[in-house]
């Protein structure tokens, strides 16, 4: 407390203290409440007195104030004794003298104010002593303790024979008599004490017998109670409480038990207050410690029971010593002792006196008084009364009559409740005392259950006020508390009773699944740690389900469910807990367990759901095993669980769902697992990689075909679940949450979830992520009404530009939204007009398309950056994303095979003999059915299909608007359509192929079917690298059907000129957007077809070896998985099968230790490989490799408007060169070139895509052809270089002859180091007459070029003039980089034209292997027609070396060849000159970006052959730079057609390179060149002679 008496007071006591301190007590003693004046004015003084005491105040000054303040109050002199009491006792212990002197002093100044019998009392003897009050302090105390003994110690003298026993006898009668007349407790007092007086009777005795009457009379309250009250008040108070604990000493001795009517006695005295309750419990027994000490032995017995349960008994004996101490255990606790404190509690509850029963409750432990059967039972009665009206108002079901309770007849008992608001007050307090021990009377419990019922419905139902809302608030609360604390743990203790079960579910299932669960968990982990009993019955249970689960197996799933189901009744979480502890350890118990779980209740099925979810939650056990590559395999066996019981039992899934989309917004995807186990059971909707195609076509049809054929196992009667699931995740609003959360978190497994994971896991993690998406978002299509859906997706540029949804999981989702929409508009357009017509039907279905499709349209133009919608048009992209398989194509094999399989079904129905014939007919019926309803599915999806193809037709001329060139148009419609699409289902990436397909059948404008072909199959390295294994999968079914179109075409003449002879996607020659000249020699032709095709089966052949090489484990994964695939189809040549074969062989040694599932796979691949070997077919028969006719039409492709000209297939030299002079060439610039061969490589695979100005068309377009002619001639060296040399060759080692591998690369190198050497100072004759040829080829392909340029220029200048400051950009870019690197591996930076930029610079050797890998067998591309054509789109510098080796020796061709040579050389000579004029010009007009940096040209000088060739080669690298035909190359073609001519290709394409193409050649270079051609033209001769000799050496 704070102090009264400030300290400045004292200081200033004379000034004013003296006045304050009075004032404070004048207004302490005016203080209406009496205690706290009182207590305060204590204070007041004490401090003052205190003050003295210490010395900080004169004793007078102290005694001048008091005697001021002594008549405020009476009791003030008091007071003041109490004060002198206490600073008494204080200093009389305190050390210091002088303090106590100070209080002596003090008390003598006050003695006038305080009288000395007051003194005497409080004060000690010794200081009354020291006071002068009392003569000597020793006399005192004995005069006093002779007093008290007098007072209350002497025994009266009392003659017990004056009492007459008549006197009794009369007082028993006068109390037994019939009271049921008009007799008063007043008039029979008063005769009472008329006895008293006349018998002279003991008052007290008379009272005991009084007591033992009413004893025996116990229905007579009315009577006994007001005469005991008005005796009372004759006696003493506590009198009657002495006699009571007398009677019941009486019974306390071991033997004795107390009667029941001496309980009720005291029980009614107590209720009607004549006795305190405090005074009678001491007079119990046992004492309250004793309890407590019971209280905790019975614990620690009960956790004894439980470790002895848990124990692992080994010998029998041990099991009957069990037994035998159980049996001791049940004597020992049947014999209780007599508890007095229970009886008298039992007594009040019955009265209905809860207020004491309640005190006594509060003394003893939390539910020990109500273990106690009797107690439970009465306080149980005492509750059935309390609710006995609202129970009838509103908790009695239907048709029940029950028996109604009367209520006490007691007036003090409880009042009964009539309201919720009353149930809360009175009876919720009594429950909790129960506790689980309502479990005694299970009819209260269905009552308390019935209640909370009703009051659920009242509490949801809406419209009351404010107040009542929060009144029935604390109401729902305090219900929650009573289902936590009674109800659950009750329904524990009940023995198995299924209906108890049921009625408390009939109340939980009103409240939110949150609450349930919160409950359970309540139930499951604190329950039954509270309570002695539960934590026996916990024991019990497990080992009992301990006993169920060892013996549980399939065949006897009945029996062991029906003990399951009775366990279950009481204590399900225990139970759950454990089963699904052996369900994650043991995934062969699922199944029946499954089967099992059919006996539960309702509310088991919920409590079985919140296990599953705490065991999926649980935060120690870790979801990946221990290599950190796989998912765990405890959560795989729970969501295999999960998918199970939830399909099969009607469980909500609420909870489930919610957990689900938590763990994702936490980015942890590991959970979907369960979201795909549970879509896959209940929905029947599969995910899987491994489908057939049969049922990948099945899936492209209706949602019959899909069920009849699509999925592995015939999941039948999904409606019911699916339905479950639908109500589930609409109810709570997951349907779209789940959507998108899974659609981000496909990202978020790899930049957020994945950072530290294995890569393999990372894969697998994203693969589930995204199957589920796909399965869920399909389950929703299937499921959800069209209003359901609308409502629910948001429009598609909402969810890309808001929800960060991918674009492909975007229009996933938005699809069938789509599909409902068009569908809904035209049935309504049909109802609205009742045109019968197709033609009517069709128009009105094209209608309804536009009116849905407007807005897409619009809304997808934000998705992308503008430039991207000049080459497609936002119509094309949203009919690309919006339709699927089920639009383009009816899958008629599918509905025929399905039909059949029906068909034989009802055949061996009616064979079927033993088949009652209901039965027969029944399933008949059921096939027929399924027929009619397959057959009407198909027509449905015909007409369909007709009407979209009809659209397409309509909207295909806006499709491809090619505004910047078609090729860049393809590489758009590659990477924002095809690629993200081809790897996001197995459907998708069958649709992906038809689709292109069908633009090309379409006769689309603007879209080359070879570039989009080439382009797919070109480089599949590096989409194949960035799959994920799924991914592949799709990947691959995607190129099995592109390749399954191309082979289609391959094959046959006929079904080539059908599909593709006149389409514009077979165009060579690409004109401007407006223009596309039928002309039939601008078509690709059917053998020059074939050699594209075979040039596809080359690319896909070196990339997989690339992939199969790289040692990286996705690398290696990913291509088998494509290769198997793409099996049906590839590979068909004899000699890349080989190739692929001995890589595969390779792999399948290496892995077989370390890497276990690559070497299955290569394994599995390899046999499946060795199985198609028979059916593949030789080069010469793949393609046709003799020359074809002279007057073939040589071509390059050209772009759109100054389209940038890329090395094409199509640059088709015409004349086939005679092999003697192919052979030479290839001698002479494999030596020449070799030591190159590298860097180009280098180079060429480390170029992305250029991108050419539009002015280059021209210039580009002869650079191909030069680029073509240099890469035939390498290829050509190649080969005579392994003529010469066979053990340098990098061929031997493609072989996979590793023992020779480092020998081999020396000499290679060796090689290289001499070919320099000889470049400047050839040594020997040989090497003399090499160089000679060198030169002489190289001449000639410059005067080639000149020609070329001559002829070129007239139909491209003026394009070029248009635009030179474009092309100026790219030279300089041109020469930046190749000065800054050298003019070695220069990655020209290029738009992304190509989805699969190439940029390894460090693959020289392996590429030299790779291009070597088919050398034998592949002569057909020595031609120029070949080679030029595998440049079609593709980057020119692939090197398909592999293809050069003619194997022609036949002496006509070798005329032939001569002769060409003769001609040819004529020719150059003519053009040389023409060829300086013109570069000439070209340099004037070009002059501003003609500066040559010295350097680049003194390279030149050095790498004439080709060795910086990383800016040629970047310049038209990939199949990007689309190709650009010139017609009178056309006819320069035709003349040209010996490998010297390929030489000069070479040289020309340097020089053209150099002037037009880079613009960079200087005048010393010209110059350089002439004098080279001159020299050329000389060694002819020599170089027919070394033909010959190769020949032979051949």
């Known amino acids: 407390m704070a102090a009264l008496l400030p300290a400045e007071w004292i200081k200033n006591w004379e000034k004013g203290g003296k006045s304050e301190f009075v004032q404070l007590c004048r207004a302490l003693s005016e203080n209406k409440n009496h205690d706290v004046g009182f207590r305060d004015i204590q204070q007041a003084l004490y401090e003052l007195a205190y003050h003295v005491v210490r010395g900080n105040l004169k004793h007078d000054q102290a005694s001048n104030v008091l005697g001021d303040v002594i008549e405020f109050r009476e009791d003030m002199p008091s007071i003041l004794a109490d004060v002198f009491c206490i600073l008494d006792i204080e200093t009389s212990c305190l050390e210091e003298k002088n303090k106590r ?93 008329s006895l008293i007086g006349c018998f002279n009777l003991d008052p007290n005795r008379v009272l005991d017998i009084i007591l033992e009457v009413y004893e025996c009379r116990p229905e007579y309250d009315d009577f006994f109670v007001p005469l005991i009250e008005s005796y009372m008040y004759m006696c003493e108070p506590q009198t009657l409480c002495h006699i009571l604990g007398f009677k019941f000493k009486f019974y306390q001795d071991p033997s004795g038990e107390t009667p029941s009517s001496l309980y009720r006695v005291a029980a009614v005295l107590l209720q009607h207050n004549l006795i305190d309750l405090e005074d009678l419990y001491v007079h119990l027994l046992p004492g309250d410690n004793a309890i407590i000490e019971e209280h905790k032995r019975e614990i620690v017995e009960a956790k004894q029971i439980v470790r002895k349960l848990t124990m692992v008994v080994l010998s029998s004996e041990k099991t009957e010593e069990k037994e035998k101490e159980k049996e001791k255990e049940e004597e020992k606790t049947e014999k209780p002792p007599d508890n007095q404190k229970l009886g008298l509690l039992e007594a009040l509850l019955k009265i209905g006196d809860w207020h004491h029963a309640q005190s006594i409750m509060d003394q003893m432990p939390p539910f020990y008084s109500t273990s106690h059967k009797p107690i439970a039972i009465a306080l149980c009665q005492l509750v059935h009364v309390t609710i006995e009206p609202l129970y009838r108002r509103v908790g009695v079901p239907k048709g029940a009559k029950g028996s109604p309770i009367s209520s006490l007849p007691n007036k003090r008992a409880p009042k009964q409740a009539e309201s919720f608001e009353e149930l809360r007050k009175e009876v919720f307090n009594m429950l909790c005392y129960l506790g689980p021990h309502l479990s005694h009377d299970p009819i209260l419990f269905a009552k308390v259950v019935r209640l909370g019922k009703a009051f659920m419905k009242e509490f949801q139902s809406d419209g009351s006020k404010q107040e009542d809302k929060e009144k029935m608030e604390t109401l729902f609360s305090c219900l929650l508390s009573i289902t936590d604390q009674v109800l659950l743990p009750s329904l524990s203790l009940m023995d198995c009773n299924a209906c108890m079960s049921e009625e408390l579910w009939g109340m939980f299932k009103t409240f939110p699944y949150q609450y349930r669960y919160r409950l359970y968990g309540q139930w499951k982990n604190e329950t039954y740690n509270s309570h002695p009993l539960l934590v026996k019955v916990k024991a019990q249970t497990i080992d009992r389900a301990k006993y169920i689960m060892k013996r549980l197996t399939k065949e006897n799933v009945k029996p062991s469910g029906r003990q399951i189901g009775k366990l279950s009744h009481s204590n399900p979480t225990i139970l759950f807990d454990y089963i699904l502890s052996q369900i994650q350890k043991y995934d062969n118990l699922i199944t029946p367990v499954v089967d099992s779980l059919k006996y539960l209740t309702s509310l088991n099925y919920d409590v079985l759901a919140y296990c599953i979810i705490e065991a999926l939650a649980n935060p120690e056990k870790e979801r990946m095993k221990h290599d950190d590559t796989t998912i765990s395999s405890w959560l795989q066996s729970l969501a295999s669980f999960c998918g199970a019981v939830f399909r099969k039992y009607p469980i909500e899934l609420a909870g489930l769902l919610q957990y689900v989309a938590n763990q994702l917004k936490a980015g942890k995807s590991f959970d979907l697992l369960i979201l795909k186990e549970v879509v896959q059971k209940m929905a029947g909707i599969e995910i899987t990689e491994e489908m057939t195609m049969e049922q990948l076509e099945a899936m492209t049809g209706g949602e019959q075909l899909k069920a009849e054929g699509g999925y592995f196992g015939q999941i039948r009667n999904t409606k019911k679940s699916s339905q479950r699931l639908k109500d589930a995740l609409l109810d709570h609003d997951l349907a779209l949450p789940l959507c998108l959360l899974m659609a981000q978190q496909r990202n978020g497994v790899v930049f957020q979830e994945g950072g530290e994971k294995h890569l393999k896991l990372v894969g697998k993690l994203y693969d589930q992520c995204h199957d589920t998406l796909v399965q869920f978002g399909g389950f929703l299509a299937s499921n959800l009404s069209t209003e359901d859906y609308i409502k629910r997706v948001p429009s598609i540029d909402v969810l890309c530009n808001e929800f960060h949804t991918p674009h492909d999981a975007a229009f996933f989702l938005s699809r069938p939204m789509y599909a409902h929409h068009i569908s809904s508009k035209y049935d309504e357009l049909k109802k609205a007009e009742k045109g019968n017509k197709q033609q009517h039907k069709v128009h009105k279905y094209i209608t309804s398309c536009e009116l849905v499709m407007a807005p897409v349209h619009e809304a997808v133009i934000s998705l992308h950056l503008p430039k991207v919608w000049d080459d497609i048009s936002p119509q094309f992209y949203a009919t690309f994303w919006s339709l699927t398989m089920y639009d383009l194509a009816v899958p008629h094999s599918s509905y025929d095979r399905e039909v059949n399989k029906l068909k034989v079904q009802m055949k061996a129905i009616d064979d079927n003999q033993e088949m009652p014939p209901n039965k027969k007919k029944k399933e008949k019926e059921r096939c027929t059915a399924l027929q009619d309803k397959l057959l009407e599915e198909e027509k449905k999806q015909l007409e369909h299909v007709q009407r979209v193809l009809q659209r397409l037709k309509l909207e295909k001329d806006n499709w491809l608007l090619a505004k910047s060139t078609k090729n860049e148009t393809i590489t758009k419609f590659l990477q924002l359509c095809i690629f993200p699409r081809c790897i996001f289902s197995a459907i998708d990436a ?12 379409q006769k689309t404008p603007n879209f080359s079917t070879l570039l989009c072909y080439d382009r797919v199959f070109s480089d599949i390295i590096y989409t194949v690298a960035s799959c994920t294994e799924n991914e592949a999968s799709r990947y691959g079914r995607f190129l099995c059907c592109m390749l399954e179109t191309v082979t289609r075409w391959h094959s046959d003449r006929v079904i080539y000129e059908k599909e593709c002879g006149n389409y514009p996607g077979f165009l060579t020659i690409l004109r401007a957007t407006g223009f596309d000249g039928g002309n039939k020699a601008d078509q690709l032709d059917y053998e020059n077809f074939r050699h594209v095709v075979h040039k596809w089966h080359y690319k896909l052949t070196k990339a997989s070896v690339h992939c199969l090489e790289t040692g990286e484990y996705t690398h290696i994964r990913n291509i088998l998985i494509v290769l198997t695939k793409i099996l049906p189809w590839y590979p068909k040549v004899l000699n890349l099968g080989q190739a692929l074969e001995r890589r595969v062989h390779k792999i399948c040694q290496e892995e077989k230790e370390k890497r276990p599932d690559l070497y299955a796979l290569a394994m599995g691949y390899s046999g499946q490989l060795k199985s198609r070997k028979p059916f593949m077919i030789p080069e010469n028969e793949f393609h046709h490799k003799d020359p074809p006719a002279r007057n073939a039409v040589p071509a390059t492709l050209q772009n759109g408007p100054g389209g940038a000209g890329i090395p094409t297939s199509l640059t088709i030299n015409t004349v086939r060169l005679e092999e003697g002079t192919t052979e030479e060439t290839a001698d002479k610039l494999k030596e020449k070139s070799q030591g190159v061969v590298k860097v180009i490589n280098k180079t060429v695979n480390a170029t992305p895509k250029v991108t050419t100005s ?278 320069k073609n035709k003349s040209k057609s010996s490998g010297k001519e390929k030489g000069d290709s070479i040289k020309a394409e340097k020089m053209e390179k150099s002037s037009s193409g880079s613009k960079k050649e200087s005048r010393h270079d010209k110059e350089k060149a002439e004098k080279k051609e001159k020299r050329d033209s000389t060694g002819g001769k020599e170089e027919k002679k070394h033909h010959k000799s190769s020949d032979k050496h051949r």
Do not use: W
């Open 990 to 1001: 069958v649709y992906c192929a038809h689709f292109v397909e069908l633009v090309h059948q």
């Open 101 to 193: 002197d100070h209080f002596t002093q003090l008390v003598l100044a006050s003695l006038y104010l305080v009288s000395d019998t007051v003194l005497k009392e409080r004060l000690d003897p010794e200081t009354l002593e020291s006071l002068g009050l009392i003569k000597q302090s020793q006399q005192f105390n004995q005069k006093s303790v002779k007093i008290k003994t007098k007072l209350f110690y002497k025994q009266q003298k009392f003659n017990l024979l004056r009492e007459e026993n008549e006197g009794y006898a009369k007082l028993i009668a006068e109390l037994g008599q019939d009271l049921s007349g008009n007799i008063t407790s007043e008039l029979i007092l008063e005769n009472i004490k």
């Open 1254 to 1531: 539009n002015g280059n068309s021209a210039s580009n377009s002869k650079i191909i052809k030069e680029k073509d002619d240099k890469e035939k001639s390498g290829k050509e060296k190649d080969k005579e270089k392994k003529d010469k040399t066979p053990a340098a060759t990098p061929e031997m080692k493609a072989l996979g002859k590793d023992g020779k591998d480092k020998p081999k690369e020396e000499r290679a190198n060796k090689d290289e180091k001499a070919r320099e050497i000889k470049e400047k100072t050839p040594k020997s004759d040989k090497e003399k007459e090499k160089v000679k040829k060198e030169e002489k080829a190289s001449k000639e392909e410059k005067s080639k070029t000149v020609v070329t340029i001559i002829e070129s220029k007239s139909s491209v200048e003026k394009e070029r003039e248009k635009e030179p400051s474009r092309e100026r950009d790219l030279a300089k870019e041109m020469k930046s980089k190749e000065n800054a690197k050298g003019g070695e591996k220069v990655p020209v930076a290029g738009s992304l034209k190509s989805p699969v930029p190439r940029s390894e610079t460090s693959e020289s050797e392996r590429e030299q292997k790779r291009r070597k890998v088919d050398t034998h067998s592949s002569p057909s591309h020595s031609s120029t027609v070949k080679d030029n054509l595998n440049e079609l789109k593709d980057s020119s510098a692939k090197h398909y070396i592999n293809h050069t080796t003619p194997t022609l020796s036949k002496s006509k061709e070798r005329e032939v060849e001569k002769k060409d040579l003769d001609k040819s050389r004529e020719r150059s000579r003519e053009r040389e000159k023409k060829d300086e004029k013109d570069r000439k010009d070209r340099k004037r007009d070009h002059s501003n970006s003609d500066r040559e940096v010295p350097q680049d040209s003194t390279k030149r000088r050095k790498d004439e052959n080709g060795t910086t060739g990383s800016s040629k080669h970047s310049k038209s690298e990939s199949p990007s730079d689309s190709p650009r035909l010139n017609e009178k190359e056309k006819e």
